[in-house]
């Protein structure tokens, strides 16, 4: 028997399922959000539901999350909690916005970023996988290291540049732009005939194609580059058994220390990247306090998707989707997403009762009535309440789906070989 072959009996093996479903489930879901999304809008008749300024937008706030997410599910399948990622992201803004800067070019600042955030992925192996520190610990360390240092050198490098100082730096150069061409030309008229999905389908188009940056493209490509590296190769494979079980894994040949250093830092370049995205993408400076929680957000996206690049993805979306509508003013927008959470919770209480969980089941009835009425009795939600928006919508995701969540068996735990 092949060693790929034995290796998988470290792997705790997965539910049984039909064939292609796990293949296919996220995008099936993505597909029934954005179809009720349409409908949505048609009831309530909020364009902004589904128009390509919102589609932009959400790929703007989502894809940073969804980078600090994604080096979570790197760092994590080899056993190893990622809380540094925040501090990862910092650096990576600093360093990306100052080589940029330097050297004029912002693919030397986006190489720099991500080698300032797979410093930061070092640090935090050698403190876990050589030393055995609790993985909190370090993470927690590595932000408020982070931080500190970066301020520091702000100080030391921009004291005399115009514009610059302790807490910013200079205008950075931009990325270039990416656009299919005549899309937009061919696809406008249709959108803006109002019909049910089709035109939904011409947003959702114009706003994928049309002036992307080169950035967001590279950033969304990882997403499925990771899920073929982790799961569709033996070096995926054992780096996947390394977070499983490390025991099993090293018993058979597999080299475990160097799967786990190898996981936490390029886990550490992709928090980088999503630092460089925020500093010369979603805007053209480095500013202190520039990440703003998103590396802690990206553990909660990487969590709702259950480890996997798909449901990461999708938790990286929701996130960004419920941003973009509080910050283009759609108050009204979000107010309508209250209709269809009341419907997903009446389907749940549904589901529940077929299961015979009739606990659940009034619940998840009660809350979509509270929901429904709320809706019915207002007009818009209070500016206070839809500035939180994304937190609260995460946090009725996760718990509905935190029955179903599986973490990699060792994950946390201070292991080295021989131990």
Do not use: C
Request: proline content about 4%.
């Amino acid at each position: 028997m092949s060693q790929e072959l034995d290796v998988t009996r470290a792997v705790r093996p997965s539910p049984i399922r039909p064939r292609g479903w796990a293949r296919w489930r996220f995008l099936t879901l993505a597909g029934a959000v954005f179809v009720a999304l349409a409908g949505l809008r048609v009831v309530t008749g909020q364009d902004m539901l589904t128009d390509a300024g919102t589609v932009r937008t959400t790929i703007a706030f989502a894809v940073p999350i969804g980078l600090a997410a994604l080096g979570g599910l790197w760092a994590e399948r080899s056993g190893i909690i990622n809380i540094g990622l925040e501090g990862m992201m910092i650096l990576g803004t600093w360093f990306g916005a100052y080589f940029a800067w330097s050297f004029d070019s912002p693919w030397i600042g986006l190489l720099a970023g991500v080698v300032g955030g797979m410093l930061g992925g070092l640090v935090h192996a050698v403190a876990t996988v050589t030393f055995a520190v609790d993985h909190i610990v370090s993470g927690v360390a590595i932000n408020i290291l982070a931080l500190g240092a970066m301020r520091y050198m702000s100080i030391l490098l921009y004291a005399d540049v115009p514009g610059a100082g302790a807490a910013q730096s200079p205008t950075t150069p931009d990325f270039p732009r990416v656009s299919l061409p005549g899309v937009e030309g061919l696809l406008q008229p249709l959108a803006d005939r109002n019909l049910f999905l089709v035109s939904d389908l011409g947003h959702l188009v114009i706003g994928l194609t049309d002036s992307m940056s080169a950035l967001t493209l590279i950033a969304i490509l990882l997403i499925p580059v990771s899920y073929l590296v982790l799961w569709r190769t033996a070096f995926g494979l054992r780096l996947r058994s390394s977070g499983e079980n490390p025991d099993a894994a090293v018993s058979l040949g597999v080299r475990v220390l160097g799967y786990k250093y190898l996981a936490v830092v390029v886990s550490g370049g992709l928090a980088g990247m999503g630092g460089v995205f925020l500093a010369l993408e979603a805007s053209d400076i480095y500013q202190e306090g520039q990440t703003g929680g998103r590396g802690y957000i990206g553990l909660a996206a990487m969590i709702f998707g259950n480890w996997r690049p798909g449901g990461l993805a999708m938790g990286a979306g929701l996130f960004g989707y419920t941003d973009a509508l509080q910050v283009r003013g759609g108050g009204e927008a979000i107010h309508a997403l209250l209709l269809l959470l009341a419907v997903v919770l009446l389907a749940v209480a549904l589901w529940q009762v077929r299961g015979d969980r009739k606990g659940v089941a009034i619940a998840a009835a009660l809350a979509a009535a509270a929901l429904l009425a709320w809706y019915f009795t207002t007009d818009s939600l209070p500016r206070e309440l839809s500035t939180y928006s994304p937190h609260i919508a995460t946090l009725l995701v996760l718990s509905l789906a935190a029955q179903r969540l599986r973490a990699p068996a060792g994950i946390g735990r201070q292991w080295r070989a021989g131990r």
